[in-house]
């Protein structure tokens, strides 16, 4: 078995790391969240084949965007089936193992509730427990899915674990029997948090805060009062994932959250609950890499590529901290770190309407 190395990301070590690039630190590439210093392009995981020159391609892009600026790791279970965890631990075993990169640098981000082929827990894991025989909230698995994404990573503890997609819970549950199980998966999180095999968790989702309305969805302020009521005001439910890009701006743009009083937007909503909005899908899927209308490059100025002009709107959106861009290829590491030469962009001109 791979050694296992200890400890998590801190406030000192990630301004430790930020602190060694100056250049992308005085153009606001860095930014705080959780009391930590993260970079606001991070590294994602989740295309390709599951073959031998995938796997190269992921260590040697995350090697890159470690090396030269990018902290933050995005990751998950069922990304090409564990490969892609496997591959970011023996990356991420390299350099610790040469002083390259302390642990308490960065944060590494993964996710659980599909069932993965050959990571499926059968001594545990209930017929009762599964909805559509692909996605599971129980909390013996979560637990198991967790051991498992650790020891892929090589790592004792994860920064975030989020719950992957829980709104596919909703096509074949109701929603009482939905956030009961978000409950039971909360104290499940909070007991990991408690025992430092997590420092936070989260929801990392698809469609669950893009719906119209609430009801369609999830509700970010009911999970976060789950999550006060499990474990008070200092719970661990701080991170959501959700895709914000050039065409999917719904984060921002529909007011489907209600708090205080007030309707808001899902990332408004999330600034006021204090928990961090990292954007997935910055590229799409590489469909707005190239390709983009005039008027993008009119108003994104300063930057050299499409990819890059479609990260920096990711990246520059208020109240998003990090913007996730899947790289295994290390030319696109340094292509799309090309976004940290400007600061973030104005973009008030497409946000006029948020409150």
């Not at 069922?78 to 496997?86: A, C, F, K």
């Not at 499926?120 to 909230?137: E, I, K, Q, W, Y």
Request: charged fraction near 20%; charge should be neutral; include cysteine.
């Amino acid at each position: 078995m791979s050694p296992s190395y200890p400890g998590f990301a801190t406030a000192e070590g990630t301004a430790r790391y930020a602190a060694r690039f100056p250049a992308l630190g005085a153009k606001a590439f860095f930014r705080h969240a959780q009391g930590l210093t993260v970079s606001s392009l991070g590294i994602g995981s989740y295309l390709g084949n599951i073959d031998d020159a995938t796997d190269a391609g992921y260590v040697a892009s995350v090697t890159a965007a470690l090396r030269n600026g990018i902290n933050v790791v995005d990751t998950s279970l069922n990304y090409r089936h564990q490969s892609s965890e496997g591959n970011i631990g023996a990356a991420l075993a390299a350099l610790m193992d040469v002083g390259e990169l302390k642990r308490d640098e960065f944060v590494v981000c993964s996710k659980a509730g599909y069932l993965v082929p050959g990571a499926v827990p059968t001594a545990v894991l209930r017929p009762s427990d599964v909805v559509g025989n692909m996605h599971s909230l129980a909390r013996a698995f979560l637990k198991d899915q967790l051991e498992r994404s650790l020891a892929n990573l090589r790592l004792d503890s994860l920064d975030v674990f989020y719950l992957h997609n829980p709104e596919t819970q909703l096509q074949y549950v109701s929603p009482v029997k939905f956030y009961s199980e978000v409950r039971g998966a909360f104290e499940l999180l909070e007991a990991e948090a408690a025992a430092s095999r997590i420092r936070f968790y989260g929801a990392a989702t698809w469609k669950g805060f893009r719906a119209a309305q609430e009801s369609e969805g999830l509700s970010l302020v009911r999970l976060a009062e789950i999550a006060a009521d499990v474990a008070g005001p200092d719970h661990h439910f701080r991170f959501i994932q959700l895709p914000f890009n050039l065409s999917m701006t719904e984060a921002a743009g529909l007011a489907r959250e209600v708090h205080g009083g007030a309707r808001m937007s899902t990332i408004d909503a999330a600034r006021d609950l204090g928990i961090t909005v990292i954007a997935s899908a910055s590229l799409l899927q590489a469909r707005l890499a190239r390709g983009l209308p005039d008027e993008v490059a009119a108003n994104i100025s300063g930057l050299s590529t499409d990819a890059q002009r479609a990260i920096q709107f990711a990246r520059s959106a208020p109240g998003v901290t990090t913007a996730l861009a899947g790289m295994s290829n290390p030319a696109h590491v340094n292509e799309n770190l090309g976004v940290g030469a400007a600061a973030p962009a104005d973009l008030s001109a497409w946000f006029h309407n948020r409150r």
